[in-house]
């Protein structure tokens, strides 16, 4: 099944802009969907569907693809936007859904 | 609102089974698959399987086959997942987890998770 890989990790000032990517050959023909999670919460969804922000996410919060990346980016980087970021795309070959390892967003 | 809300912390010993449930609220019950996803302590997320709560027809990742059971009850809008043979491996908090539309392939709502601790 598919697999995505991500950095561990980041650092980004505030006001800053973080990119984060997701890379795997099922992005681009399958779509990503990205979770924020805080210490102690359950995933929250921020971007679905490669580009899409659910109603209630800030207009920081966008997605791209290019090739076989996506990339969330958060722009005007705020202290509350510290947390875990992981993308998803579901395997439409074997039917199973597929995290990535998740980027630790640390706000300097 | 659509709601997704979890059974309490369990504490197991090794070999033991566990049983969480995952009660919904706010929208047609049958409509929407269930999924599980599992998260060890200090790593990411990984998906367990789904249930149709209108058919009772499973899937499960390949690394739980044979050891993970869902089913539902659309009687009280409740659906289960059942884990045999716990070792330390599993402890982890476990999240159910809805699509956000009947044929959407991301979660949104999640449960608000399960801590299983599995110690002697």
């Known amino acids: 099944s598919s697999v995505l890989t991500q950095p561990p990790s980041m650092s980004v000032a505030p006001g800053k802009t973080a990119r984060i990517p997701c890379g795997g050959d099922?992005?681009?023909?399958?779509?990503v969907h990205w979770y924020q999670q805080k210490p102690g919460q359950a995933p929250a969804l921020v971007i679905y569907y490669d580009t899409k922000r659910p109603s209630g996410i800030p207009e920081r919060f966008s997605g791209s693809i290019s090739g076989k990346t996506a990339t969330l980016t958060i722009s005007t980087v705020a202290a509350g936007d510290e947390a875990d970021y992981y993308c998803q795309v579901w395997d439409s070959n074997s039917d199973v859904y597929v995290f990535g390892p998740g980027t630790k967003v640390t706000v300097l | 609102q659509v709601r997704l809300v979890q059974s309490g912390a369990e504490v197991k010993k090794p070999g033991a089974s566990v049983k969480i449930s995952c009660k919904a609220s706010g929208y047609t019950f049958t409509a929407y698959d269930i999924h599980w996803v599992r998260q060890a302590p200090g790593q990411g997320l990984q998906w367990m399987g789904r249930i149709d709560p209108n058919t009772g027809a499973t899937k499960y990742a390949q690394n739980f086959q044979g050891r993970v059971t869902m089913t539902g009850d659309t009687s009280i809008k409740t659906v289960y997942m059942e884990l045999i043979g716990l070792s330390s491996d599993d402890t982890a908090i476990y999240y159910c987890a809805r699509p956000t539309a009947t044929t959407s392939v991301w979660f949104d709502p999640w449960g608000q998770g399960t801590l299983v601790t599995v110690s002697s």
């Open positions: 099922k992005v681009g023909s399958d779509s």
